[in-house]
């Protein structure tokens, strides 16, 4: 199982960043999908999650209004649109798969997703 993430650059405050994540060896249509990012000096958090169906998204208070998380299960993908981007989200964005027989669940607990990518670094600048 690979995820690919990209889209990840450098960006001056207010701007926007699309992330990609691209899936192989797993079937995006079957799991819950989720991003995270690990600011630096702390821990990793949840930034915005999908559900299998798409009809269910959960964002994280930073995120909501300004982060959308969309799914592209024809090319089993996984996007997630960062807008009024700020200093304060610097740092590496990660995707990750959470198999689900659930097509509504959303999980925003790190410890349940069992795949990630290897992150990709945002940098925004003042």
């Known amino acids: 199982v690979q995820l690919q993430a990209s889209g990840g650059g450098m960006v001056q405050a207010g701007g926007s960043l699309t992330l990609s994540c691209e899936a192989s060896g797993l079937a995006v249509s079957a799991n819950v999908m989720g991003w995270f990012r690990q600011l630096p000096g702390k821990e990793r958090e949840f930034v915005a999650g999908i559900s299998r169906s798409g009809s269910s998204t959960r964002y994280e208070d930073h995120a909501k209004g300004r982060f959308t998380i969309s799914r592209d299960n024809a090319k089993n993908l ?4 960062m807008n009024g981007l700020t200093p304060e989200d610097t740092g590496v964005y990660y ?6 027989f659930s097509t509504l669940q959303v999980s925003t607990a790190r410890e349940n ?5 290897q992150g990709t670094l945002v940098t925004v600048s003042s």
């Open 78 to 81: 996984v996007s997630l649109r």
């Open 95 to 100: 995707c990750a798969a959470k198999r689900s």
């Open 113 to 117: 997703y069992p795949y990630w990518g």
